[in-house]
């Protein structure tokens, strides 16, 4: 689990952090891509090895508010710009766009569902239940900052205070890139990673420009920040610590330092790598995401609330997971712009397959059909029997393992504190999204 943690953290929060902020600066400043990661890696590494956990919230509570407010702002003046090409309302606005763009519900034969990325809305649902099990539940780059509460009470209203912030990105993300779309679409081409750096280089002005590009670069910055920290924890806790008890905590320091160096040099390795995985950054950061995700999110959830759940098929269910990952993986990844003859293979194995030709990425996805959203989902089904299965054919736990457990009975109090209540905020929150997602559905 530490290791396939360390791995996460690598790929996802810090390898495909850097390979946006390559774009950034690339766009803003004309960095060679490689330089910009470089740059990037050496701040942050910076801060993050020196000041730590405390160093890395502080950049994140400033860096939130900036880039909420940079999104809005930008948000403002693409709807202003819309005016400058003829569109002065919503109707003229949707017009412009591919049919069911707007709509949350999209079919399967929308125009808005393209073979290349898009998805349905029950795809989404299954799959980001299992990414957001893992994510939020178990990742250790988001459970730190838990841990890291001054009280059990903060622990709570955190994350459900986060619940409410990944709501402004459908108004204050999404909808820019479909004004985008409208404005820059023959300008931007292809190359949607360019999106964001093109617009606020076209639309805002200098000094707002500053200021949007630096809470970019902070928040990108954070994100790896916090995965370096989270490696390097990992790594002296539950490795070394584990196997040699007797290591002073100044050693485990200036190990866990050494490893965030370490961690932080195959990340920009990778890197450089990333585009070669998907089309957009997003894409590729749940596409890895699902091929992680579920024998994790299905041990999580079974071992918290099955109690005839067993060691054993935790054990199982996760080597399982593990080597199934690693297999789509690099079944998935475009070897044949690396690795010279495996175009012959390739097409030996398109042949096999009775397609035309064999993608030069997402092989799963294009020959069978099988998006990462489903992918995810139907892989967590899968190890899910396969838990249950393990469980019933190894001994029961005893009472004694089990009442070493945690027991959510305490977990959900029956004295209820009003308004502050963690409990009625999370379902404030809750009927707010689905609220806010009839409407734009109608609207859409």
Same mark, same amino acid.
């Given at each position: 689990m530490v290791i396939l943690a360390i791995l996460t953290a690598l790929l996802l929060h810090i390898g495909i952090s850097l390979y946006a902020g390559a774009a950034l600066v690339q766009q803003f400043f004309g960095l060679d891509p490689t330089v910009g990661i470089i740059f990037i890696a050496g701040l942050t590494g910076l801060y993050t090895v020196v000041g730590g956990l405390k160093a890395i919230t502080t950049v994140e509570a400033v860096q939130t508010f900036l880039l909420i407010l940079g999104a809005v702002l930008l948000t403002l003046f693409g709807v202003f710009a819309l005016g400058d090409i003829g569109i002065h309302n919503f109707a003229e606005f949707k017009a412009s766009l591919k049919p069911d763009t707007l709509s949350i519900l999209r079919a399967p034969d929308s125009p808005a569902n393209p073979a290349t990325g898009g998805i349905t809305w029950y795809s989404a649902i299954l799959g980001y239940f299992v990414l957001g099990s893992w994510y939020w539940f178990s990742d250790q780059t988001i459970v730190q900052r838990s841990l890291g509460s001054k009280t059990e009470y903060d622990a709570r209203v955190g994350p459900i205070f986060t619940a409410l912030l990944k709501i402004l990105p459908v108004l204050f993300?999404?909808?820019? =890139?479909?004004? $985008?779309?409208?404005?820059?679409?023959?300008?931007?081409?292809?190359?949607?990673?360019?999106?964001?750096?093109?617009?606020?280089?076209?639309?805002?002005?200098? =000094?707002?420009?500053?200021?949007?590009?630096?809470?970019?670069?902070?928040?990108?910055?954070?994100?790896?920040?916090?995965?370096?920290?989270?490696?390097?924890?990992?790594?002296?806790?539950?490795?070394?610590?584990?196997?040699?008890?007797?290591?002073?905590?100044?050693?485990?320091?200036?190990?866990?330092?050494?490893?965030?160096?370490?961690?932080?040099?195959?990340?920009?390795?990778?890197?450089?790598? $990333?585009?070669?995985?998907?089309?957009?950054?997003?894409?590729?950061?749940?596409?890895?995401?699902?091929?992680?995700?579920?024998?994790?999110?299905?041990?999580?959830?079974?071992?918290?609330?099955?109690?005839?759940?067993? $060691?054993?098929?935790?054990?199982?269910?996760?080597?399982?997971?593990?080597?199934?990952?690693?297999?789509?993986f690099l079944f998935d990844f475009p070897y044949q712009n690396l690795i010279p003859g495996l175009n012959t293979l390739a097409d030996a194995l398109a042949n096999s397959l009775n397609v035309t030709t064999l993608p030069d990425s997402k092989a799963i996805t294009d020959i069978l059909g099988i998006n990462f959203m489903m992918q995810a989902w139907w892989k967590f089904v899968l190890l899910s029997l396969l838990f249950i299965v393990v469980s019933y054919a190894t001994p029961k736990p005893t009472e004694a393992q089990i009442s070493n457990c945690?027991?959510?009975?305490?977990?959900?109090?029956?004295?209820?504190?009003?308004? $502050?209540?963690?409990?009625?905020i999370g379902l404030s929150i809750f009927a707010l999204l689905l609220t806010i997602w009839i409407i734009l559905e109608v609207v859409a």
């Open positions: 993300f999404l909808l820019p =890139g479909t004004i $985008a779309f409208v404005l820059f679409k023959t300008e931007i081409g292809e190359d949607t990673k360019l999106t964001l750096p093109y617009m606020i280089d076209s639309l805002m002005p200098v =000094g707002l420009k500053g200021l949007i590009i630096a809470s970019l670069l902070a928040a990108l910055m954070s994100s790896v920040g916090a995965a370096i920290n989270s490696a390097s924890t990992l790594f002296y806790i539950d490795i070394v610590k584990r196997l040699n008890p007797q290591t002073s905590d100044k050693q485990l320091v200036f190990i866990g330092r050494i490893t965030g160096i370490v961690v932080m040099a195959l990340a920009i390795l990778w890197s450089t790598q $990333a585009d070669k995985f998907g089309d957009t950054i997003i894409y590729t950061v749940n596409a890895l995401g699902a091929m992680i995700a579920p024998p994790i999110a299905a041990i999580f959830l079974w071992g918290m609330f099955w109690k005839r759940g067993t $060691a054993k098929a935790a054990n199982t269910t996760f080597a399982v997971g593990l080597i199934t990952g690693v297999f789509v945690i027991n959510l009975k305490d977990y959900w109090p029956k004295k209820w504190m009003g308004i $502050a209540d963690y409990r009625v």
